[in-house]
C-alpha cells in the first residue's frame, strides 16, 4: 500500500513537473520593458546588429507616424551608444521606368526615458501598392564606423470616406505642400488641440518643414448643411517646428477640417473658403467619432 502511494506521488510529480516545463516553453520571450505600449513594426539583421522599429499598433500609415526605434548587438542586448540617421524612399513603377522619392521625415535622437530607445517620425506620402514599395535605409555607428541595413516597410492607405489625416496640395507659388494631421488623434466633442506638420517638396529627397505661414481652420458637417462650429484657432508654428491652434466639434459625426494656407506675407497660397457656394477647401482632412 505504502509503496503504491509512493509510485503515484512519484507519477504525480512526473505529470507536475512536465506539464510545468511545457508552459515554460511555450510562454513568449519576455519583451524589454520599456517597450511596454509598444509593437514591433518591421527589424532588419544586418549581421553583425539587428535594428528593431516600434510604435503602439505595429503598422505605419500613410501620414503622421512617430517611430521607436532599437539597436541590438549579435547576443540580444539593445545598445545605447548609437549614432542614428535614416532615409525612408519609395520605389515606383512608372511603366517601366523607376522612380524614386522620399518623404518628410525627423532626424532620429535619444528618449527621454531610456537611453536604448530612440525616437523620430516619418510622414508617409504614399500607400505601398502595386505600384511601388517603401524601403527605409538606416546608417547607424555604435562606435566602429558607419553601416548600413535597408529594411523594407509596409505602409497602408490612411484615408476613407470619412477620415483622412494627410493631404498635400501644389501652392500658388507652385510649390508641392504636404500637410499631416498628428492631432486630434481621438476628436471628442468641444474644442480639440490640433497639432499639423507643414512641409514643401524641395526635391525628391528634400521635404523640409515649413516655417513661419499660418494655417487657417473651418471645420464643417457636410451630412448637416454644412454648419460649423465655434472655438477655432487659427494654426501657428511652434517651437517644436509643428502648427498648433485648435479645432471645434459642436456634436459628434463626421466633420471635414477645412484648412487654407497662408503664407508668411498674410497670401494664401492653399485652400479655398468656405462659403454657402463653397462647401469645401480643396485642402481639408476628414474625422467621424
Ligand atoms: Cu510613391
Given at each position: 500500500m505504502k509503496l503504491l502511494m509512493r509510485s503515484f506521488l512519484l507519477l504525480f510529480a512526473l505529470v507536475a513537473f512536465s506539464s510545468c516545463k511545457k508552459d515554460e516553453a511555450a510562454?513568449?520571450?519576455?519583451?524589454?520593458?520599456?517597450?511596454?505600449g509598444l509593437q514591433l513594426i518591421e527589424s532588419a539583421t544586418d549581421g553583425n546588429y539587428t535594428l528593431e522599429l516600434y510604435n503602439s499598433t505595429g503598422l505605419l500609415k500613410v501620414g503622421y507616424n512617430p517611430i521607436s526605434f532599437r539597436i541590438k548587438n549579435g547576443s540580444g542586448t539593445a545598445v545605447s551608444n548609437a549614432n542614428l540617421s535614416w532615409m525612408p524612399m519609395m520605389t515606383m513603377d512608372m511603366g517601366g521606368s523607376a522612380h524614386q522619392h522620399s518623404c518628410p521625415h525627423s532626424t532620429i535622437g535619444s528618449s527621454s526615458g531610456d537611453a536604448t530607445l530612440f525616437e523620430g517620425y516619418a510622414v508617409f506620402n504614399m500607400a505601398s501598392s502595386m505600384m511601388g514599395f517603401w524601403e527605409l535605409t538606416f546608417t547607424y555607428d555604435i562606435g566602429s564606423g558607419p553601416q548600413e541595413v535597408v529594411m523594407p516597410v509596409t505602409v497602408q492607405a490612411s484615408d476613407s470616406e470619412f477620415h483622412k489625416e494627410y493631404t498635400s496640395t501644389i501652392g500658388a507659388d507652385s510649390v508641392t505642400y504636404l500637410l499631416a494631421m498628428?492631432?486630434?488623434?481621438?476628436p471628442e466633442g468641444g474644442v480639440n488641440d490640433m497639432i499639423v506638420g507643414l512641409y514643401k517638396r524641395v526635391s525628391d529627397t528634400e521635404f523640409p518643414v515649413v516655417d513661419g505661414y499660418t494655417i487657417r481652420v473651418d471645420p464643417r458637417m457636410p451630412g448637416m448643411g454644412n454648419h460649423g462650429a465655434p472655438g477655432n484657432v487659427d494654426l501657428t508654428q511652434g517651437a517644436d517646428g509643428f502648427y498648433h491652434g485648435m479645432v471645434g466639434f459642436s456634436m459628434t459625426g463626421y466633420w471635414k477640417i477645412n484648412l487654407m494656407l497662408e503664407d508668411g506675407a498674410g497670401t494664401i497660397i492653399g485652400g479655398q473658403e468656405v462659403t454657402p457656394t463653397n462647401l469645401e477647401s480643396s485642402v481639408h482632412f476628414k474625422v467621424s467619432f
Amino acid at each position: 500500500m505504502k509503496l503504491l502511494m509512493r509510485s503515484f506521488l512519484l507519477l504525480f510529480a512526473l505529470v507536475a513537473f512536465s506539464s510545468c516545463k511545457k508552459d515554460e516553453a511555450a510562454e513568449p520571450t519576455p519583451q524589454t520593458p520599456t517597450t511596454t505600449g509598444l509593437q514591433l513594426i518591421e527589424s532588419a539583421t544586418d549581421g553583425n546588429y539587428t535594428l528593431e522599429l516600434y510604435n503602439s499598433t505595429g503598422l505605419l500609415k500613410v501620414g503622421y507616424n512617430p517611430i521607436s526605434f532599437r539597436i541590438k548587438n549579435g547576443s540580444g542586448t539593445a545598445v545605447s551608444n548609437a549614432n542614428l540617421s535614416w532615409m525612408p524612399m519609395m520605389t515606383m513603377d512608372m511603366g517601366g521606368s523607376a522612380h524614386q522619392h522620399s518623404c518628410p521625415h525627423s532626424t532620429i535622437g535619444s528618449s527621454s526615458g531610456d537611453a536604448t530607445l530612440f525616437e523620430g517620425y516619418a510622414v508617409f506620402n504614399m500607400a505601398s501598392s502595386m505600384m511601388g514599395f517603401w524601403e527605409l535605409t538606416f546608417t547607424y555607428d555604435i562606435g566602429s564606423g558607419p553601416q548600413e541595413v535597408v529594411m523594407p516597410v509596409t505602409v497602408q492607405a490612411s484615408d476613407s470616406e470619412f477620415h483622412k489625416e494627410y493631404t498635400s496640395t501644389i501652392g500658388a507659388d507652385s510649390v508641392t505642400y504636404l500637410l499631416a494631421m498628428v492631432e486630434p488623434s481621438n476628436p471628442e466633442g468641444g474644442v480639440n488641440d490640433m497639432i499639423v506638420g507643414l512641409y514643401k517638396r524641395v526635391s525628391d529627397t528634400e521635404f523640409p518643414v515649413v516655417d513661419g505661414y499660418t494655417i487657417r481652420v473651418d471645420p464643417r458637417m457636410p451630412g448637416m448643411g454644412n454648419h460649423g462650429a465655434p472655438g477655432n484657432v487659427d494654426l501657428t508654428q511652434g517651437a517644436d517646428g509643428f502648427y498648433h491652434g485648435m479645432v471645434g466639434f459642436s456634436m459628434t459625426g463626421y466633420w471635414k477640417i477645412n484648412l487654407m494656407l497662408e503664407d508668411g506675407a498674410g497670401t494664401i497660397i492653399g485652400g479655398q473658403e468656405v462659403t454657402p457656394t463653397n462647401l469645401e477647401s480643396s485642402v481639408h482632412f476628414k474625422v467621424s467619432f
